[in-house]
């Protein structure tokens, strides 16, 4: 049988059922011109064109039947468990290329108006008076803070402390939103493809260097 007519074959695992593809090489011992493995390489990382997951080795011993147009082998998968370290390394990486993206898109957002009614109820009036104290402080820290990163052109803020005695506070909020859609999925495209980059950069450097192989 030829190489050539190997490769036409394609590889099925009786283990699971699974097809693992075509021949796409062999290897043989030059010293007794005896067939080592079959080598299969393995399925596209993104359609096909950006390279390839690790290929599949298998040994000679492990062919069950070789057919007319099918090769049964008998392979045991390893599943292999994430990298918890390599992505915790990555994380200060997948940071730095959402700071521009998410940059672009807070300064397209422009806040309108802004409604925020609340009436803070407690028991005790004082404790009333000190809550809604508390809140109009945090309120108007997280508005200044906003102010950095989005456009507010009108808010209009009233919290007042209820001194009836009730236990239940009301609140109402309004708000209107506006943004431009391309500038948004421009900044998703932006993040996207610097991802896309980063991650292939990383299959990259963990690759092994592979031994070469005598092929015939």
């Known amino acids: 049988m030829r190489i050539c007519e190997l490769k036409q074959r394609e590889v099925i695992n009786v283990k699971d059922c699974k097809r693992l593809g075509f021949v796409g090489d062999v290897d043989f011992d030059i010293s007794t011109g005896k067939m080592l493995a079959i080598i299969v390489p393995g399925p596209g990382c993104v359609c096909g064109f950006l390279g390839r997951e690790k290929e599949f080795v298998i040994p000679f011993g492990d062919i069950c039947q070789i057919g007319d147009d099918i090769i049964l082998v008998r392979v045991e998968e390893k599943k292999e468990k994430p990298d ?118 990383q299959k990259k450097k963990e690759q092994p260097e592979e031994p070469e192989k005598q092929t015939a």
């Not at 915790?88 to 959402?98: K, T």
């Not at 402080?137 to 803020?157: E, F, G, K, M, P």
């Not at 919290?159 to 939103?177: I, K, N, Q, T, Y």
């Open 84 to 201: 918890t370290a390599a992505i915790l390394r990555m994380i200060p990486e997948i940071v730095n290329c959402a700071k521009k993206p998410l940059e672009m898109a807070l300064g397209d957002l422009c806040l309108h108006h802004l409604q925020l009614y609340a009436m803070v109820a407690r028991q005790d009036s004082a404790q009333a008076a000190l809550d809604t104290q508390k809140l109009v402080s945090a309120v108007y820290t997280a508005l200044a803070a906003a102010q950095n990163w989005i456009r507010v052109r009108h808010a209009d803020i009233r919290l007042r402390p209820d001194f009836s005695g009730g236990e239940e506070s009301s609140w109402a909020v309004r708000l209107r939103l506006s943004f431009h859609p391309i500038v948004m999925l421009a900044a998703a495209l932006r993040f996207a493809f610097c991802l896309l980059r980063l991650l292939l950069a």
